[in-house]
């Protein structure tokens, strides 16, 4: 079946550090992949997203390429933010036509930032 | 811009009592869900729906109830709360489950069971 394998964290860094969070998946089809925040205390807020194989998702300085050749979708950021510090996920949504029916998430990785 | 809206946010139940969680969206999407989320287990699907009338089990429906009369309204029942469902809650609703579309999250409903 479908799943999202995410590295376990806490990840800790400085501020100004470079982020990488991997995430690899297992789909049938092709899926789109998803990064999703949870600040503390939040809900879930989409991050970024790609649809189809080499695609970059981006948004508030975050990246992510979608990598068929090695199901990743790894999240990346050059120089990060104690505002960033939240637990971040990966997630796949795979083609309705494969009849799955939901959104699969990984585990969570809590990135904590300090001054 | 209301989005998904979950009450309570915070809620202690004994053991036995039974609760309902409210969820409702303003964007007249399809399809709503809700999830819980544990330590070291990402979120997890209790139940979905794909429209009024219509909803079926996730991974993990015992214990929970849910019902869709309406598009806009998606609550999630507990007849008879357990320790082992203390958890966060969120409700989700989208467009349709095609592959792409944004999935929209409420806040969370922090629930605790003693």
């Known amino acids: 079946g479908n799943s999202v394998t995410q590295m376990e964290g806490p990840v800790t860094l400085s501020e100004e550090a470079f982020l990488t969070i991997n995430c690899t998946y297992t789909a049938t089809g092709y899926p789109s992949l998803f990064w999703y925040v949870q600040y503390p205390g939040e809900g879930l807020q989409l991050l970024l997203k790609?649809?189809?194989?080499?695609d970059k998702g981006s948004n508030k300085g975050f990246e992510a390429t979608y990598r068929k050749e090695t199901t990743s979708f790894h999240l990346e950021k050059g120089s990060v933010q104690v505002s960033d510090s939240a637990v971040y996920f990966c997630?796949?949504?795979?083609?309705?036509?494969?009849?799955?029916?939901?959104?699969?998430f990984g585990t969570g990785t809590r990135l904590q930032v300090f001054p | 811009n209301a989005g998904v809206t979950q009450t309570p946010k915070f809620q202690v139940l004994k053991t036995g009592q039974s609760m309902t969680l409210q969820c409702a969206q303003d964007m007249n999407h399809e399809y709503m869900s809700w999830y819980r989320q544990d330590p070291g287990m990402g979120l997890r699907l209790i139940h979905y729906s794909v429209g009024a009338g219509i909803t079926d089990q996730g991974e993990v429906p015992n214990g929970y109830n849910v019902s869709r009369s309406t598009t806009e309204d998606f609550p999630l029942r507990l007849l008879s709360a357990a320790p082992s469902q203390t958890s966060v809650y969120f409700c989700?609703?989208?467009?349709?489950?095609?592959?792409?579309?944004?999935?929209?999250f409420g806040e969370g409903s922090w629930l605790t069971v003693v």
């Open positions: 790609a649809t189809k194989a080499d």
């Open positions: 989700a609703s989208t467009e349709g489950l095609i592959s792409g579309n944004t999935i929209y």
């Open positions: 997630a796949l949504s795979a083609d309705i036509s494969y009849n799955t029916d939901k959104l699969i």
